[in-house]
C-alpha cells in the first residue's frame, strides 16, 4: 500500500480544475465555436490555472487567450 497515495494524488491531478477547463476548450474548438467563445474558453483555462498557482501553465494559456482575443476583434 505505500503507492496508494501516489495513485490518489496522479488521479487528483487529472481532475485538476485546468484540465478540465482544458477539455472545455477542446470542445468549443471542437464544436465550431466562435472567435469570441474561444477567446472566452480561453481565458477560463488561463484563470483556471492563475487560482492553481500552476505558472508554466498560466503563461501558455493567456498567451492562446490573448491570440484568441485578438483575433475575435
Do not use: H, N
Not at 41 to 69: H, N
Request: aromatic share 6%.
Amino acid at each position: 500500500m505505500r503507492f496508494a497515495p501516489v495513485i490518489i494524488a496522479l488521479g487528483l491531478a487529472a481532475c485538476s480544475p485546468g484540465k478540465d477547463a482544458e477539455e472545455q476548450y477542446r470542445m468549443v474548438e471542437k464544436a465550431g465555436g466562435s472567435k469570441q467563445e474561444l477567446c472566452d474558453a480561453a481565458g477560463k483555462v488561463a484563470d483556471a490555472y492563475l487560482s492553481s498557482k500552476d505558472q508554466e501553465s498560466y503563461e501558455r494559456w493567456k498567451l492562446t487567450r490573448d491570440v484568441q482575443c485578438m483575433s475575435a476583434r
